[in-house]
């Protein structure tokens, strides 16, 4: 497998996990969702440490960004208060 195809390989899991993760928002399972979106998130950060564009490097970036805020917000659903002490 070549660095393109296993960083396609990583991007498409990514993706996957993603979508994974925003059915269970949707559906408010935050604790699956915080999970998929952190396995995405994961797969995410190998692909940024693969020779990238750097253009590539901070769309991928601004993704994760976004992904890692909403298990933040997440986290308050699931545990109120608890990092605020």
Known sequence: MTTHDSRRFLLEEALH???????????QHYEDAIIKYGDS???LGQVMRTHLEEDDK???EAVRTTYVRRIYELQ???TPNMHKL
Do not use: Q
Not at 17 to 24: G, H, I, P, S, T
């Open 76 to 78: 308050d659903y699931v």
């Open 17 to 27: 996990k993603a979508n994974d993760a925003v059915f269970f928002d949707h559906h």
């Open 58 to 60: 901070r769309k991928i």
């Open 41 to 43: 998130c994961a797969l």
